[in-house]
């Protein structure tokens, strides 16, 4: 295996919402209010949504 294939990323890409309410210490309709208005980008994965964690550190530094 390629060592760059082989490397582990210490941080996910993704969260789920419930992770990123915590992360953000927001309610869920804050948070939804936030994907909704494209400030925090998701994916859907089947039924799941799951929330770009970068997104998520971004915006909890723009606030800050």
Do not use: N
Not at 41 to 63: N, P
């Amino acid at each position: 295996m390629p060592k760059e294939m082989s490397k582990t990323h210490s941080q996910p890409m993704f969260c789920s919402v419930t992770e990123a309410m915590a992360h953000l210490g927001v309610a869920r309709s804050t948070l939804y209010r936030a994907i909704e208005s494209g400030t925090v980008k998701t994916v859907k994965l089947g039924g799941r949504r799951l929330v770009d964690f970068e997104a998520l550190k971004a915006l909890r530094t723009q606030a800050i």
